[in-house]
């Protein structure tokens, strides 16, 4: 164990505390953007070296391009093959934590390395509030090898394995509202607008062939939005469509206005950057995993644009989500929310003249949304996050 005062890095191999976590890359920036943040956590909260093997590098580091800041309390292993494995292994300390990201299946060389150390494994699993989650969180399985595989559910419930979060979230959020001079520098640094018309969405967001839809429901809806588009698959879903001009929202910064609506293509930020963007918006579509929590601890409204499964899967999850979440909403807006997020997910399909009242119903319940987006953030951010949770589950001492 080592003190408050001094970090991992400090210590000789023989005393460092070493956690291994690993992640494959499927999909877009969500198992990356957990696997590192959770890394990064763990080297926060718990007194640990993170060894961090991930199958693409290149992804993390458009996600992390300032990861070098962190070495060494995480240090990045490329997982390629067993020859590499093999010599890795040989460098690496035992680890006293072993973290299995979304059933990525550990190497063989792993598995034996761990039969002879005995480290605590976790299979870290996608966030879910459905309730057969919580019969199996911190549930182990008994592996042929001998070897205890314990499932980490993260959710929204006290008896979840929690969420990922900062011990200075809070803080940074309220510096960054107070001060304009900090966010004047942040829109510079990203070539972001000084102003903007009406309520400011912030959209990152899976290609669809919602969007054309939508944009006609924000142009029917008789206010004045302003949409960032963050990432390019909005935009070209638009462009597919023939909404946008071949030639517009090309480049970060161009802007394309159709009649009340205000389009700003934004380039896209590092993880560590997102949360300012979310400080900055009224309200956000989010997709993924990371971004859903970090709008949740943003506590603004929002509608999560979640990635979609085979036969339907994606629709309970979203469902179980939203169940606990608009508990003791208004009815109208609950109404209209819920209707909007089915549309936007492939859940349930609105005529246009039903979206456009759903999304004028909507605004007019605005103030009641806020309210309830912000006190729903309030109580998660009493819970113990993740991090606490997780070491108590692993009698790891808390920094």
């Known amino acids: 164990?080592?003190?408050?005062?001094?970090?991992?890095?400090?210590?000789?191999?023989?005393?460092?505390?070493?956690?291994?976590?690993?992640v494959r890359v499927i999909d877009n920036f969500g198992d990356v953007g957990v696997g590192w943040r959770l890394s990064?956590?763990?080297?926060?909260?718990?007194?640990?070296?993170?060894?961090?093997?991930?199958?693409?590098?290149?992804?993390?580091?458009?996600?992390?391009?300032?990861?070098?800041?962190?070495?060494?309390?995480?240090?990045?292993?490329?997982?390629?093959?067993?020859?590499?494995?093999?010599?890795?292994?040989?460098?690496?300390?035992?680890?006293?934590?072993?973290?299995?990201?979304?059933?990525?299946?550990l190497p063989d060389a792993v598995r034996a390395r761990m039969s002879r150390c005995q480290p605590l494994w976790?299979?870290?699993?996608?966030?879910?509030?459905?309730?057969?989650?919580?019969?199996?969180?911190?549930m182990p399985s008994l592996q042929a090898d001998g070897l205890k595989k314990y499932f980490w559910f993260m959710g929204m419930d006290a008896a979840s394995g929690g969420l990922l979060r900062e011990k200075d979230y809070l803080t940074k959020?309220?510096?960054?509202?107070?001060?304009?001079?900090?966010?004047?520098?942040?829109?510079?640094?990203?070539?972001?607008?000084?102003?903007?018309?009406?309520?400011?969405?912030?959209?990152?967001?899976?290609?669809?062939?919602?969007?054309?839809?939508?944009?006609?429901?924000?142009?029917?809806?008789?206010?004045?939005?302003?949409?960032?588009?963050?990432?390019?698959?909005?935009?070209e879903s638009l462009r597919a469509a023939s909404i946008v001009p071949t030639d517009a929202l090309r480049e970060d910064g161009a802007i394309y206005e159709l009649d009340n609506v205000t389009m700003v293509r934004i380039p896209f930020v590092p993880q560590a950057a997102f949360d300012q963007l979310l400080w900055l918006a009224d309200a956000a579509i989010v997709r993924g995993e990371d971004s859903f929590v970090r709008a949740l601890w943003a506590g603004l409204p929002f509608f999560w644009h979640i990635y979609r499964q085979n036969e339907n899967a994606h629709v309970q999850k979203l469902h179980a989500f939203w169940a606990k979440a608009t508990t003791g909403w208004p009815v109208e807006l609950q109404r209209a929310f819920m209707a909007l997020s089915d549309d936007l997910n492939g859940a349930g399909k609105l005529d246009e003249l039903s979206r456009v009242v759903a999304w004028q119903n909507l605004c007019g319940n605005w103030q009641s949304w806020v309210k309830a987006a912000a006190a729903w953030s309030?109580?998660?951010?009493?819970?113990?996050?993740?991090?606490?949770?997780?070491?108590?589950?692993?009698?790891?001492p808390l920094k």
């Open 173 to 235: 959020r309220a510096v960054f509202r107070q001060q304009p001079q900090l966010q004047q520098a942040f829109r510079q640094q990203y070539g972001l607008p000084e102003q903007h018309k009406g309520q400011l969405w912030l959209v990152f967001a899976y290609a669809s062939v919602c969007w054309p839809q939508w944009l006609n429901m924000w142009q029917q809806g008789g206010t004045p939005v302003t949409l960032w588009l963050a990432g390019g698959q909005v935009v």
């Open 378 to 396: 309030e109580m998660l951010h009493a819970q113990d996050n993740a991090l606490e949770k997780l070491a108590r589950f692993c009698h790891l």
């Open 122 to 138: 976790l299979n870290w699993e996608y966030l879910t509030a459905e309730d057969w989650a919580l019969d199996l969180h911190a």
């Open 1 to 22: 164990m080592c003190s408050k005062n001094q970090s991992a890095n400090t210590l000789p191999d023989d005393l460092v505390t070493e956690a291994w976590v690993f």
């Open 40 to 105: 990064c956590l763990l080297a926060e909260y718990l007194c640990l070296r993170v060894r961090l093997w991930i199958d693409d590098v290149k992804a993390l580091d458009t996600l992390v391009p300032e990861r070098e800041g962190y070495l060494p309390h995480v240090m990045v292993e490329v997982w390629q093959d067993e020859l590499l494995m093999q010599r890795q292994l040989a460098e690496a300390i035992d680890p006293v934590l072993v973290i299995e990201t979304f059933g990525c299946t």
